[in-house]
Nanobody
Framework: QVQMAESGGGLVQAGGSLRLSCAVSGSIFSINNMAWYRQGPGKQRELVAAITSGGSTTYADSVKGRFTISRENAKNIVYLQMNSLKPEDTTVYYC???????????????WGQGTQVTVSS
């Protein structure tokens, strides 16, 4: 079993900052890609940022220069530092990870439960 525990969401004023964390625990041999997605009401889930096991990163155009994704491989944690937040960043954020549970198993994709980020104007 693999568990994904997110934290760090909340309410912040426009221009402020928040840092999201997602700790992956359980039966883990290795973690490949880790990512943050977000999904607003009635909208499709969209990729916010992703990071490979080697540290290569990808960002949605809407967050480039404002958000930074990072990870601590030894602790199986992925972070999303969000600066210069805008009201349009308001939504639920989900962490995502490709996890290999044993040396012989395939990669499986897991989602966190979601954390609400609200940016007031």
């Amino acid at each position: 079993q693999v568990q994904m525990a997110e934290s760090g969401g909340g309410l912040v004023q426009a221009g402020g900052s928040l840092r999201l964390s997602c700790a992956v625990s359980g039966s883990i041999f290795s973690i490949n890609n880790m990512a943050w997605y977000r999904q607003g009401p009635g909208k499709q889930r969209e990729l916010v940022a992703a990071i490979t096991s080697g540290g290569s990163t990808t960002y949605a155009d809407s967050v480039k220069g404002r958000f930074t994704i990072s990870r601590e491989n030894a602790k199986n944690i992925v972070y999303l530092q969000m600066n210069s937040l805008k009201p349009e960043d308001t939504t639920v954020y989900y962490c995502n990870a490709d996890v290999q549970q044993t040396r012989l198993s395939i990669l499986m994709n897991y989602w966190g439960q979601g954390t609400q980020v609200t940016v007031s104007s």
